[in-house]
T-cell receptor, first 112, second 111 residues
Framework: NAGVTQTPKFQVLKTGQSMTLQCAQDMNHNSMYWYRQDPGMGLRLIYY???????DKGEVPNGYNVSRLNKREFSLRLESAAPSQTSVYFCAGEGARVGELFFGEGSRLTVL | SQQGEEDPQALSIQEGENATMNCSYKTSINNLQWYRQNSGRGLVHLILIRSNEREKHSGRLRVTLDTSKKSSSLLITASRAADTASYFC???????????FGKGTRLHILP
């Protein structure tokens, strides 16, 4: 039982490159989240998925797209990376008890 | 703008003392949660308090919620070096199910 698994853990991109952050959960979560964490800013919600096939924007969705093709996986895509997207990205799933999030270990992204 | 704001931003106390962190939020909520983050790790859920509850305990943790003031506090009693971490409050607004975090309090327990 791995919980919430994010890949990759580290990535360096050049401005304009694209990439996808993968998140998979084996805890049967319905709701899944993508956050970014920057120094002094706490966690900011990028996108949210209440269930398979549904997604909704969070606080800072610009520059990102998401995909929730099945219950288990929720991916975050950067189509054209910018230095402002340098951050630590966290995926989370919401447990059976509403409001309790289980987090992955984070993906550290640097855009040069 | 973010829903929750923790206060203080940073706190250093001696081991054995109590640590109190506060959280204020802007809109009506269904529940409020507190999370802990050790350096370089993901967040771990500590405790959840519903909007109709005023106080909740879990081990050395005590959480209060005042919906009239839109504020919450987290008290850690008899602090230990292992409590050194960042602590975040998060809220689930009534208007939707998205869980929004504050900026966190960095707690440092001095030996």
């Amino acid at each position: 039982n791995a919980g919430v698994t994010q890949t990759p853990k580290f990535q360096v991109l050049k401005t304009g490159q694209s990439m996808t952050l993968q998140c998979a959960q084996d805890m049967n979560h319905n709701s899944m989240y993508w956050y970014r964490q920057d120094p002094g800013m706490g966690l900011r919600l990028i996108y949210y998925s209440a269930s398979e096939g549904t997604t909704d924007k969070g606080e800072v969705p610009n520059g990102y797209n998401v995909s929730r093709l099945n219950k288990r996986e929720f991916s975050l895509r950067l189509e054209s990376a910018a230095p402002s997207q340098t951050s630590v990205y966290f995926c989370a799933g919401e447990g059976a008890r509403v409001g309790e999030l289980f987090f992955g270990e984070g993906s550290r992204l640097t855009v040069l | 703008s973010q829903q929750g704001e923790e206060d203080p931003q940073a706190l250093s106390i001696q081991e054995g003392e109590n640590a109190t962190m506060n959280c204020s939020y802007k809109t009506s909520i269904n529940n409020l949660q507190w999370y802990r983050q050790n350096s370089g790790r993901g967040l771990v859920h500590l405790i959840l308090i519903r909007s109709n509850e005023r106080e909740k305990h879990s081990g050395r943790l005590r959480v209060t919620l005042d919906t009239s003031k839109k504020s919450s506090s987290l008290l850690i009693t008899a602090s230990r070096a292992a409590d050194t971490a960042s602590y975040f409050c998060a809220t689930e607004p009534e208007v939707d199910d998205k869980i929004i975090f504050g900026k966190g309090t960095r707690l440092h327990i001095l030996p």
